[in-house]
């Protein structure tokens, strides 16, 4: 299979689905002329034109609106916040708007449209540009949640997100946009379904669920506790709404341990959320209390060697998986 | 000229369906038909019914919370509506709404919005979607004053501006937001200039005289409609009741209230009416049709059935899904399916 980069992967989703179906368009803040704050869509002011590919003011409740309003009436907006910090002033639109018309309006109006940009931390961007986004939308019925954390996952999910007829709220690694993975031939239209678990290495050890820029992280600890005879099964749940829970128990009840690792903090969220699951519907399986590797419950600080104290890593699943397995 | 007069008959008739709904929705609160919130457009109907006019059907119609009389003259039938505030299956939403969330998707209403501004840029949406189509219609979004302080007011009329889209905004100044009057909320008082600064062409009157209105907004209508762009419209009107009926007007006085009340709507098309020919006999007939037609809406609503179950799931997504409802984990009493679509797809493995 070719290797490509992770940004490329979602430009080929975006390429692919923008051509299939005319009422695909991609409006945000630098996507066009300058052809996107992190390139991911390089290239398609030049094919799909300004009609298309429609830069915006600095206005993202405004825009997010605009692509409410849009969906309902019809076509499949795709709106990109630069970096998901933004979209905190259009918390209204997702929310109140997009999550809610269909059932608001007794099931009779669709809201068929993505709000995609990056996530989470990216380097020594401190306090107001470091935020994990994953537990504030999780939390909300009525939107999808996908967090892909690999190139084919990004192509797959975000072709299958464009196409949903449910708003989707598509969060992209900032660390992750370089990284490069398999992905199938452009001809071969790979749809991944949302609300479906990637079992990404399979052991009996100790069961790692893991998504985003930490699922990595998980594969990068499995390699090394191999070596020490543990082999940990890494679940990446890849829609974080729904949540493939079946996935995750199924896996817990092999191997009878968990360990959950997030960027996002601690207090609540996915994370939470997944513990509890594992032990409402496999407590007797359990050998071990659930561990969690999360990011520290702190706003991030600049400070380089700060940042890596709060943010999780390796070391810090090492150390949970270790603990949970009582070596 | 007995065309006109014709027209202006409907108009009144329409009017007077929204105040004889309004003031029977006000009953049914008292009666604790109706829970919630209930934001009555009484004193307000010139406005719904002159703007709708100046409309064509395929164009696209948004509303704050204040809708029952904008969704009524946009054709909702009144027992749709009353059974949507008695809670009822044969609401405009299937109960799901109330009051605040009126919705006819047939008629092009696309809603009552409850969140102060957070409509306005979704209208530009719709409005944007007739641009990138071509498919000729015109949005028309309404609001209140107290809307033009708030950010989603800014950027929903910046963008609007900017992209010339097919759209016309209509400020109901109706005094008050909720209970503060706009000399406390706003540094002008001309709200026209709050528009200038998006290249938005500006107007405003008073809205107690229905062809008024209909004749002022036509322009507009025209100007969306041939691709020049959006125009702000304020109408200075007044609402009779308060904010909502949870919240008693005690903050403006007794004679203010009568002074305005001299400008009823609904009184001033009558006149008009009486002045064109008609004689009190006929108009009252009229009053007894349209009273006629709001009992009917209200026994309609009284003996519908009630809101379904099974919608409470069903109508939180549109796509099926795969994956398993978090609410399992949150554990569900009698263990009934949640409506989410892996309780179907297991039903259809099974």
Redesign the interface.
């Known amino acids: 299979m070719r290797e490509i980069r992770y940004r490329e992967a979602l430009r080929e989703a975006l390429m692919e689905e923008m051509e299939r179906d005319g009422t695909v ?1 991609l409006m945000g803040e630098e996507v066009g002329h300058y052809e996107g704050a992190y390139k991911v869509s390089q290239g398609l002011l030049a094919q799909f034109g300004e ?1 298309r590919v429609i830069d ?2 600095i ?1 993202e ?15 499949r ?1 795709i709106i990109e916040f630069m970096t998901w910090n933004f979209s905190f ?1 259009a918390f ?2 997702i929310i ?2 997009a999550a809610k ?10 809201c ?1 449209m993505v709000f995609r940009g990056p996530n989470g931390a990216a380097k020594q961007v401190a306090a107001q540009h470091s935020h994990s986004v994953d537990p504030f939308y999780t939390n909300i ?2 939107l999808y949640v996908v967090m892909p954390a690999t190139p084919r996952d990004a192509k797959g999910l975000l072709k299958t997100s464009i196409r ?3 708003p989707v709220v598509f969060l992209e690694g900032e660390t992750l946009y370089n990284l490069k993975g398999e992905v199938p031939e452009e001809d071969e239209d790979e749809l991944i ?4 678990a990637r079992v990404a290495r399979e052991g009996d050890g100790c069961t790692v669920v893991a998504w985003g820029r930490p699922f990595h992280n998980a594969m990068e600890a499995a390699e090394i506790l191999a070596k020490d005879g543990i082999e940990l099964e890494v679940v990446d749940p890849r ?1 974080l ?6 996935a995750i128990v199924r896996s817990v009840k092999k191997t009878n341990r968990c360990v959950v690792v997030h960027e996002h903090w601690p207090y609540g969220g996915p994370g939470a ?1 997944i513990v ?2 594992v032990q ?2 496999a407590f007797d399986y359990l050998d071990a209390p659930v561990e969690r590797v999360a990011a520290w419950d702190v706003p991030m600080p600049y400070a380089s060697n700060l940042e890596e104290l709060v943010l999780p890593t390796t070391e810090r699943v090492l150390e949970a998986v270790r603990a949970v397995s009582y070596r | 000229m007995a065309s006109g007069r014709d027209e202006l008959l409907r108009q009144y008739r329409q009017m007077q369906t929204i105040r004889r709904f309004e003031e029977e929705a006000a009953r049914g609160y008292a009666q604790a038909k109706i829970g919630g919130f209930l934001h009555l457009y009484i004193g307000q109907e010139a406005i719904a019914v002159g703007v709708n006019d100046a409309l064509e059907e395929q164009d696209y119609v948004f509303q704050t919370y204040r809708d029952h009389g904008t969704a009524i003259a946009r054709g909702m039938e009144p027992k749709h509506a009353m059974a949507e505030l008695f809670g009822k299956d044969a609401g405009c939403a299937r109960g799901l709404g109330g009051s605040m969330h009126f919705f006819d998707v047939e008629r092009n209403f696309l809603g009552g919005w409850a969140i102060i501004g957070g409509h306005i840029a979704v209208a530009a949406g719709a409005a944007f979607k007739s641009k990138y189509t071509g498919d000729g219609r015109v949005t028309v979004c309404f609001f209140g004053e107290g809307s033009t302080n708030i950010g989603g007011f800014h950027e929903g009329l910046s963008l609007a501006g900017l992209w010339k889209l097919p759209i016309v905004f209509i400020c109901e100044n109706n005094q008050y937001a909720m209970g503060t009057p706009m000399k406390r909320t706003s540094a002008i008082s001309d709200l026209t200039l709050k528009a200038q600064g998006y290249g938005m062409v500006g107007e405003r009157f008073d809205g107690h005289d229905v062809q008024l209105v209909r004749d002022r907004v036509k322009p507009a209508i025209d100007r969306a409609r041939r691709g020049e762009g959006p125009t702000f419209i304020e109408i200075n009107t007044y609402r009779f009741r308060g904010h909502s009926l949870s919240a008693p007007a005690k903050y403006r006085t007794r004679q203010e209230l009568e002074e305005r009340k001299r400008l009823d709507p609904c009184a001033v098309t009558r006149q008009q009416l009486k002045d064109a020919g008609m004689s009190e006999d006929e108009l009252v007939k009229v009053d007894a049709e349209v009273d006629e037609l709001i009992d009917e809406a209200v026994a309609f609503a009284d003996a519908a059935e009630p809101a379904k179950e099974e919608l409470v799931f069903s109508t939180v997504y549109a796509t099926r899904q795969h994956g398993t409802p978090t609410l399992r984990a949150t554990g569900y009493p009698d263990g009934r399916e949640t409506g989410h679509a892996s309780d179907a797809a297991k039903q259809e493995n099974a």
Do not use: Y
């Not at chain 1, 018309?101 to 669709?110: C, D, N, P, R």
């Not at chain 1, 709404?241 to 079946?246: A, H, I, Q």
């Open positions: 368009f009609q915006t003011p206005a409740a405004g825009f997010a609106g605009i692509g409410v309003g849009a969906a309902m009436t019809g076509l907006p002033v209204d639109q109140s708007n018309i269909h059932q608001m309006s007794g099931g009779k109006l669709t068929p019925p009525g949903n007829d449910d379904p949302l609300g479906v829609t709404r729904p949540l493939d829970t079946d959320e509890d699951v409402r519907e």
